[in-house]
């Protein structure tokens, strides 16, 4: 009969098997529609949390097979984790891995967990310690020679960097990433870094090359056969066909993604898709669905503690309630969303926010406040360079105009 550290690890493995072909069905079709009820994956991921507590016990009591197997479950798992985990979790066990891997010279696995704990800092807005731990996974990486964990590196710091609106550095990571890809000839990297590259053209306002990446890489993805990776292609499409005002081809993309966020059980991409169709409600007119989504939306990024998507939902609402005509209202969903941005290092995000506060108070009629709240504004965008740092210029020299 087997003792009972015996069973415990046979459960176990048992279990890292399990969640090796949840992992992979996830990725290509997602659980769901592979045919697995929520209640099965919550039993899983029962049987995943208490394998983790016993490898995590004995592994910091030397066993080094157990901490070897727990290192094994979050590197086999790692697009479940991202759904059934929060950030704060997810810091937790991933730098559990990374102590492991640490005390028992895997550099390998080391650079891996490094990555996974900076991604887990960066979804909970502290993009400062994230940019830190990219860095030093670059740096492993380069020095082992090893590509595949080089161009995981720079897809991160292109991430980093474009959560905290540096949109040139962002956009050389991804280029270097992508140069990457091509030389191993990794078409699901590929059709990844063509994405990535995408959303920074975005940002930037080059709606064209934005659009030609965001093609080209989602035929690489479907390729492949990664839902996640598509989701993220068909939500960015969405945005960029709303841009466009080709509102019916927006809304069938963004429906398309949420089906997939929700097949996949990812409450934080299904809380964007959510938005996103407030937003396409706003640009139709209709502002009763748009104030409904972009409000559901708030409530599960505020569940989920997702602050960047808060202060995106925050901001979509002001937009709504100016439209509407309720200055009041909107004034203090931008100022809500300038605080969040300002407290997560989102400069960019800050000063937009600002500057609508200030439209909103020129529309009101307060003048002192308007030129209070884009002078505030310009010094934040101007700082980063953004282009928004000539609106906010123009309105105070509007406003000053008016003095006289």
Same mark, same amino acid.
């Given at each position: ?295 559901? /939306? %708030? ?5 989920? &503690? *997702?602050?960047? #998507? +808060?202060?995106? =939902?925050?901001? $979509? ?52 406040? /308007? %030129? ?5 504004? &310009? *010094?934040?965008? #101007? +700082?980063?360079? =953004?282009?928004? $740092? ?15």
């Amino acid at each position: 009969m087997a003792t009972k550290a015996e069973a415990f690890e046979r459960h176990a493995r048992y279990y890292l098997r399990v969640l090796q072909a949840a992992n992979n069905a996830f990725v290509k079709r997602a659980i769901r529609v592979a045919g697995q009820t929520e209640d099965d994956v919550e039993d899983l991921w029962r049987h995943v949390g208490a394998a983790l507590a016993w490898a995590s016990r004995n592994g910091e009591n030397d066993d080094r097979s157990a901490a070897d197997l727990f290192c094994q479950f979050v590197q086999q798992g790692p697009d479940l984790f991202d759904v059934q985990e929060t950030p704060e979790s997810r810091v937790t066990l991933y730098g559990i891995a990374l102590s492991f891997s640490r005390k028992y010279g895997c550099q390998k696995d080391e650079i891996a967990h490094i990555g996974s704990v900076g991604q887990a800092y960066l979804d909970l807005g502290d993009a400062n310690t994230a940019m830190r731990l990219f860095e030093e996974q670059l740096r492993l990486s380069g020095s082992a020679g090893d590509d595949a964990d080089k161009y995981r590196s720079l897809s991160n710091l292109g991430q980093c960097f474009l959560h905290i609106s540096d949109l040139e550095r962002s956009i050389t990571y991804y280029r270097e990433a992508l140069a990457i890809a091509l030389k191993l000839r990794n078409d699901r990297n590929e059709g990844d870094a063509l994405v990535n590259l995408a959303l920074v053209y975005y940002s930037r306002g080059d709606d064209d090359s934005a659009i030609t990446n965001l093609e080209e890489g989602l035929r690489k993805i479907r390729a492949y056969g990664d839902i996640r990776a598509e989701n993220v292609a068909l939500s960015n499409l969405g945005l960029l066909y709303l841009r466009k005002n080709k509102l019916a081809e927006a809304r069938v993309a963004t429906l398309d993604a949420l089906q997939h966020s929700r097949a996949l059980g990812d409450r934080r991409s299904e809380a964007y898709m959510i938005g996103n169709l407030g937003a396409i409600c706003r640009k139709s007119g209709d502002l009763t669905h748009a104030i409904e989504y972009h409000q559901i /939306a %708030l409530d599960l990024n505020r569940h989920l &503690c *997702d602050t960047r #998507g +808060q202060a995106q =939902d925050l901001g $979509a609402l002001g937009l709504a309630y100016y439209d509407a005509g309720n200055l009041p209202s909107a004034i203090q969903y931008y100022r809500q969303q300038a605080t969040l941005n300002r407290s997560i290092g989102e400069r960019r995000g800050e000063g937009i926010a600002l500057l609508n506060v200030a439209i909103a108070f020129q529309r009101k009629g307060d003048r002192s406040q /308007a %030129l209070s709240a884009a002078g505030a504004a &310009c *010094d934040v965008l #101007g +700082q980063i360079g =953004d282009v928004n $740092a000539d609106k906010a210029n123009l309105l105070i020299a509007q406003l000053q105009a008016m003095e006289g």
